[in-house]
Structure formats: structure tokens, C-alpha cells
């Protein structure tokens, strides 16, 4: 008999999601769906709004990438006067955002990712969350955590007065500079934080390079795709997450192209489904093809392996060192495996560190020309940055009283929507078999698929204590006969 | 309660995790939060589902703390389960306590809503005339998503609430404070605003105040602000005197106006409405025709006034009706 079995709702997203997986008469994935049920509206109620405005208004996308939204909007409202910024404030909110990655990804890898690794994909459901992981490596670890964590967020509130929802960057440049005490102040914090990076690149060779089951996993698993990878880069193609050009590579390593943010809309277009609230964005001159990898796809993913796929290197020589290595553990690059993503995010904040380090090192940080009153409303920009959880486009016209007339934004787990449906598909059709009853185990092996790509419906799963809880309901002829569901703890 | 672990669920409805940020902001807290209570339900973290919480005996939860507004039926249906489970409700932040950023919202129709996300903007699918539906028909079977609503509502519209928590997000001290209260059995008056304080931003702001008496107002970006004095003074439109402290004065410290997160001040029903009378009370002129022109230096009055509050305004086009 033919039956469904619904994950509702999947939890530790940022939002709300739910996977709805058809089973054929033997018990055999016949199809499966990926769906969001949730629409805010933001692209409209932006509208009508003096456009500085916007960089305080956006924020509210997410709670865990406000920074993300923050600097996007701020770019595009750059443009929208000019584009003239004061160059001291470049570097400023780039020192900004580097603090901002290590928060967002201190927590994703710790309370989110870990718990499948430290604890085991398979191991009691119970333990299998943020304090199993401190109860597995001591409270000592755990309390290393809790600290860098709030560390990376220190550093945002004392450059820009408020980590959640900045309200710091205007056209031109930034409210607030770096006095000499502030930047005595960050110092430390930025030292411990260069050591914590290079802590959990450690960590993550002992308990996940350490373990041939997970290396198999990884390599071996039904967690890759055939699809193209997109990110930022700068001059040197080396990864960068506030500034340069999005560079899109093939899974075969052949540019496919690359534009300035200006251009974005004649590289990628979105498809809309009728059965979820979020679009699937595609390269656009491929035109849409469905969901299809391979050769003829034009789907691509936007997350911390494709930033490293896309680049030719790091920007800084501990980073470099790191990517090195990650690449030569993995066979190569590009790299399909995309539990690999977890690795990356680290690689990416060994980065992080060395640029915060080089920035209180810059004899001009703590200068006072932060900001310029621009001269001129020009009427129209786009603002891109590397989002922890993608390429994130925010792209703004207005009148000429800088009266906000439309927006158009392309959200960093957008970009992975399609990704994320087809490799849910793809591990649930591989894991789930005819005659065997999925049980938790199998369950958590499907959240892994989605959970690589740290979605942005996922923002908040960064909380402490991380654990996904799922429920399955077995479907028989409209009837729910048997629902599954991990233990409560 | 010592003799027990409180009951506590978690929930979010249409938010931005800011909220959930805020809570792990408190740091070692949260360890201490987890040894005083049992987190029952809480999707972003733990194992509960919709049917756990439905098994629930009403009343079994000691708190329910929920963050973000009501938005589609999913996030109404969670709202008055959670109401009926818990002997406390507490609607936490801005989103929950006055409809929050995506209150604005409710300046647009759902149309409008759907028109631009989905018909009109620059990177759609050429031709695109695809809507998203609430139940739609494929191979294998049926897929439902919730249906979005026309409004934006707060939670006490659709629901009793107990308490408030003030902010977006709420400052971490002020998390902290509540949940020691909460952990104590020490708390106010029900219907209370808690984590904050009784005072106007401007009593807290250590800006230097002379005189509020405005011939120009400025946008953010039109001028270099003396940062030693009121940004109302000086013309920039900040809404500090019209909204609660409790926040840290962070907005103005980091040399942005206030933009009211924290709601109004104690005793007042309407900030927005507040915050034009405010605004009118300071412009320097008693030539009708002067003071028309000054005050229409202000773009989007609503924009400002009904920042984090559109769906608490009593003004008319707010409809409460789902």
C-alpha cells in the first residue's frame, strides 16, 4: 500500500519547514518535497521607506545573519547615492562582519553540526544535542565555546553598538568609528579568537578525520550533487565575504562565469512552485531546468565548500594552510561532498581571525573619517555579500527624495533551495528501503542532507541546546497509522 | 517551584530567530537555565512536536515564551495550543508584543504581498505567472502549506498573554532578569511590560539635552552629527522620548536614533500617535505655513511612528480581523 510520511514540522530551522516524502507499494521513495511554508513579505513593505532606512529595516530577515542583511542593504544603498564610501569605513565593516561569521559559525558547527559527529549520527536521539556534546567533551570545551561565541559577538557591539539588528552603517559609511580604548578593549578577544580557530580545526581531525565511518560517510554517502557552485571572490579569486565579484564554477572546476553585483540579474533568475512559499533561483542563461544535476543543470549552491570551490585560495596564510590540506584530505577540488561544508566553515573562520588580527594591527583603524554625506541620489544599487549561508543579493531603486520604490532580494539559503529539495530526495530514496521500517536513526541521516547547507530557515537552530526534533507519520490510504517521533528528552 | 523543574516550552511564529539569539546571548546562563527547567518544547533546540504538546494536560507547562507575530495558521494554531498548556504566556519581543518589523506589513494588501514576491521583480523566471497555493495536487499525492493571512497580528490578538517582554530583540541582561524572576516565583502584576524600565529612552541618554526647538530636520545621512548632543535637537528624528528604556540606549550610543522597539512608554495606548504629537511639539514656527513645510522634511511619518508597532496602532486600516 502506497503511504507518506511527513517530517512536520523539521525543526532547528530558521522559520518553519517540513518534508513530505511518498512511498510506492513496496516502500520505496517514489517522490519527496522539500517545503517552506512561510512568506513575509519584505520586498513589498520596504517600500515607501526613506532607503538609509533599510539597512535597520532588513535586519529582521534573520536574527542570526542580521550583519549579513545589514551590509547587503548598506552597498546597495551606496549605490543608490553614488557609490562614494569613506574607505576607513570599508575596513571597519569588514572587521565588522569577520566577527559576525565567527559568531554564526561557532554556533552552527557546535550546537548543530557536532552533536551528528562528536555524539554519532546514530546514537541515542537523547544525547544527541549541544549538551551531549559538552557531557561527551567536558565542560571545560564546552565553556571555550560559550565564550568565543560571545567573544565574536563583543567585537560587533563595542565597533558597531549592537550585535543582533545593527543599525550602524549609513550611505556613505558608518555612525560610529574605533576609538584607541575600544580597540585595546577587542585586542584580546580577537588573540583568543585566532587560537579557538585553529582549537576546533583540531577538533574536527580527532573526532571527525579521526573516525573512518564518518570519512566514508562524507566521501562515500548519497551527500553530493553534480551541481555548480557560486561565491564571492576578490581581485586574486581568493574568498571574500564582503566585497568583489560572484564567480561561478562547474562541479568540474570550469568557470562558468563571473559579474559584478550590478549585473546579477542577467546571470540568475528564480523558478517559483506552487507547493512552497521560497523561489528556486538558477543561472539564467542555462534557463531553468528543473531538478536536475549533471551536465545540462542549472542549479548551483552557494554555501562555505562552494565559496572554497569557487576561489583559487584563501586571502590569508593560516586559511591558506587549512584549505590546503582540506582539499588534499577530500581528493581534490571541486568538492562534491557536501557534509564537507562543515570543514569549510571552519577553514573559513581561520580567515576570519587573521583578517580581525590584521585589522587591529592597521595604524588608520582607529581614525575618525568613518563616514561621507553624500552629494548625490543616483537611484539604483545592489548590494552583495558572501552570507554564512550564501551569495546574498539586496538590489534597491528610489525616487529622487530617497524614497525606496522597489526591492528585490535573493536570499543567502535561497541560492540552495533547489539543492537542498533534490539531495533530501536523494538521501531519503538511498536510506529509506523497501521493507525496512525508517526508524531514528534513518530519520537523523535525512536532516543531516539539509542541515550541511546550515540553512537560513535554520538561522536560529545556531541556539543552544541543538538537537532536531522530527516526526514521521506513516499514511495508509489517508489514515495515519504509526507516527514516529524521537524520544522527548 | 524549587521542588521541581519548571515546564517550559519555546516557540517562535513569524520571527527572524533574533529573539532566540537573545536567549543565547545570556552565555553560561543558558546552562543554568537548562538545570532549572525542563525545556519541554522548543523547536529550534529540542525534541518536542505539535502532538507532544497536544498530549499535554492544559495547564502542565509552567511558561510558555513565544517570540514573533501571527502571520499564517500554523503560527495561530501553535499560539492557542500554547496557550491552553501553559499557566503563564509570555509574548517575547517586539514582534510578539506589538507585531514588530513585519507589522509594516500591514501598509501593504496580501496581493500587493504576493504581486511583488512572485509577478514583479527583476529576476523572476521570464513569464512566471506561478503562485504558491495552500494545497496543491501532484503526482504522488497532495502538499499543503498554511495560508498567509491578509494582517499581521500581535499575540494578544489572537490569544490572552500574561506578560510582555519588550525589544528587538531583547536585551540579554534583561533575558536573563525575566527568566531569574520567572525561576524564582518573583513576578509582577500579570499584563506587566517586564525587562525594562519605566523611564523614556531620553531619561537614560546620556546625550547632552539644551532645548528641543527644530527649524530643519535632517535625515540620517544628510548631515555629521555632534555626537555629544540630542539627535532630536540637532533635527534627526529619533523616537527616545516616546518609547520605553530598558534597552541600554544602544541606538543612540552607536549614533543612530531611536527607532521605538521597546513600545511605548508606560500609560501610553498608541506610540506612534505619541510620536507625531511629540514631533509636532517641537517645531520652531507658528506660521501654519512654515511649520507645513518643516514638518514635511519628515518622509513616511508612518515609517517612523509605527516602526515596531503597526499592528497595535489604533489609527484606522488596521483591521484586526483575520
Known sequence: MARTIKIDPITRLEGHGKIQIFLDDDGAVEDCYFQIPELRGFERFVEGRPIEELPRIVTRICGVCPASHHLASAKAVDACFGGQVAPLALKLRDMYYHAHFIHSHIAHFYALAAPDFVCGPGCDPAQRNILGVVAKVGLAIGGKVIEARSQAQRIQTILGGRSTHPVWCLPGGVSKGLNDGELEEIRPLVANLADFTQFSLRLFREVVLGNPEYVDLILNGPYTLDVHNMGLVDADNAVNFYDGQVRVVDFEGHEICKYAPADYARYVAEHVEPWTYLKFPYLKQRGWQGFKEGRDTSLYTATPLARLNVADRMATPKAQEAYEEMFATLGGKPCKALLAAHWARLVEMVQNAEMLQRYCDDPDITERDYRIVPDRITGEGVGIVEAMRGTLTHHYTCDENGICTSANLIVGTTNNNAAIHMVTRKVAATMIKPGVEPDQGILNLVEMAFRSFDPCFSCATHSLPGRMPLEVALIQGGEVTRTFRRDPS | ?322
Open chain 2, 1 to 322: 517551584m524549587a521542588d521541581r523543574k519548571l515546564q517550559v516550552a519555546l516557540y517562535w511564529g513569524a520571527a527572524c530567530g533574533g529573539c532566540d539569539v537573545a536567549v543565547l546571548d545570556t552565555d553560561a546562563f543558558i546552562l543554568d537555565l537548562a538545570a532549572a527547567a525542563d525545556l519541554r518544547f522548543w523547536p529550534i533546540a529540542v525534541d518536542g512536536k505539535y502532538d507532544d504538546v497536544e498530549a499535554m494536560a492544559d495547564g502542565e507547562l509552567d511558561l510558555a515564551i513565544f517570540n514573533g507575530a501571527v502571520r499564517n495558521t500554523e503560527n495561530q494554531h501553535v499560539a492557542e495550543l500554547l496557550r491552553r498548556k501553559a499557566k503563564l504566556l509570555v509574548a517575547f519581543g517586539s514582534c510578539a508584543h506589538l507585531g514588530g518589523i513585519p507589522g509594516l506589513a500591514n501598509a501593504a494588501s496580501r496581493d500587493e504581498i504576493f504581486h511583488r514576491a512572485y509577478l514583479a521583480n527583476p529576476s523572476l523566471e521570464e513569464g512566471n505567472v506561478v503562485l504558491p497555493v495552500t494545497e496543491k495536487k501532484v503526482a504522488s499525492g497532495t502538499l499543503e502549506i498554511p495560508k498567509l493571512y491578509r494582517r499581521v497580528h500581535k499575540l494578544d490578538d489572537v490569544v490572552p498573554v500574561d506578560y510582555y517582554v519588550a525589544g528587538c530583540p531583547p536585551a540579554p541582561e534583561q533575558v536573563k532578569a525575566v527568566l531569574k524572576a520567572v525561576i524564582s516565583g518573583k513576578l509582577p502584576a500579570r499584563g506587566s511590560v517586564v525587562g525594562c524600565s519605566e523611564r523614556a529612552v531620553c531619561d537614560d541618554c546620556k546625550r547632552r539635552k539644551e532645548e528641543k526647538k527644530v527649524k530643519r530636520f535632517y535625515r540620517p545621512w544628510q548631515v555629521l552629527q555632534d555626537p555629544e548632543r540630542c539627535l532630536l535637537e540637532q533635527g534627526i528624528v529619533c523616537a527616545g522620548s516616546v518609547t520605553r528604556s530598558g534597552c541600554g540606549v544602544r541606538c543612540p550610543n552607536s549614533g543612530m536614533p531611536c527607532r521605538g522597539c521597546y513600545g511605548p512608554t508606560a500609560g501610553v495606548r498608541d506610540q506612534g500617535a505619541k510620536f507625531i504629537s511629540a514631533i509636532a511639539s517641537i517645531v520652531d514656527s507658528r506660521d501654519p505655513d512654515e511649520i507645513a513645510s518643516i514638518l514635511g522634511q519628515i518622509p513616511d511619518v508612518m515609517g517612523y511612528a509605527y516602526r515596531f508597532g503597526l499592528p497595535a496602532a489604533t489609527i484606522p486600516g488596521t483591521a484586526r480581523s483575520l
